[in-house]
């Protein structure tokens, strides 16, 4: 038989564990909730309150960062903050830079950033949107075109994994349905 003592040590273990796991979920969620701010912000023209929440992000990331390398089996429950953090990254580097930057720029592992780039691209469409209403068409075309050419770059990776294959088509909804704001509003411009 094992010592009662043993079984007391395991239970005292899992249980610091649950707690690191939900203290590291909540850090995820704040992270999650603070990448939605700021896109939001950039949306709307905001740069300065995209600026605090982004350094603030980045803070937070470093941190959760360190966290996770003593915790790696933690790193699926939390993983998606990566890629909602590299989503807003994107989005303000190529509004405020006119680029896209790396994941080695955002500090985040590859596969996180591929899906924050393809979530990117409906950002971009939503902006894209907004400068429509206020009639900057150029800004629509720029937008289709980065749309399109991270769609062609998705579909020449060849995921074998089905939710990234998911999400590529999610590219190709979105670039059309932004085509078809473009048509529409090319077509009923006023003169």
């Not at 690191?20 to 704040?30: F, H, Y």
């Not at 590299?86 to 680029?99: G, S, T, W």
């Not at 590859?110 to 939503?126: C, K, P, Q, W």
Request: hydrophobic fraction near 35%; proline fraction near 1%.
């Amino acid at each position: 038989m094992i010592d009662e003592k043993y079984f007391d040590e395991l239970k005292e273990k899992l249980t610091e564990l649950e707690e690191k796991r939900d203290e590291l979920l909540g850090e995820s969620i704040r992270i999650t909730r603070l990448s939605k701010e700021t896109i939001y912000s950039i949306i709307r023209g905001d740069f300065g309150r995209a600026k605090e929440k982004i350094e603030t992000m980045d803070n937070l990331v470093k941190q959760l960062k360190e966290k996770i390398r003593q915790y790696p089996w933690f790193y699926n429950t939390i993983s998606i903050c990566f890629q909602e953090y590299a989503e807003a990254k994107i989005l303000y580097y190529f509004i405020k830079e006119n680029r896209i930057p790396t994941h080695e720029e955002i500090g985040i592992d590859e596969v996180s950033y591929i899906n924050g780039l393809i979530d990117f691209a409906g950002e971009l469409s939503r902006k894209a949107t907004e400068e429509m209403i206020k009639n900057n068409i150029e800004f629509a075309m720029k937008a289709k075109e980065i749309i399109e050419y991270i769609y062609l770059k998705m579909l020449y990776m060849e995921f074998k994994n089905y939710d990234l294959r998911r999400k590529v088509d999610y590219i190709a909804g979105v670039l059309n349905s932004l085509k078809e704001k473009i048509f529409y509003k090319t077509l009923f411009k006023q003169k």
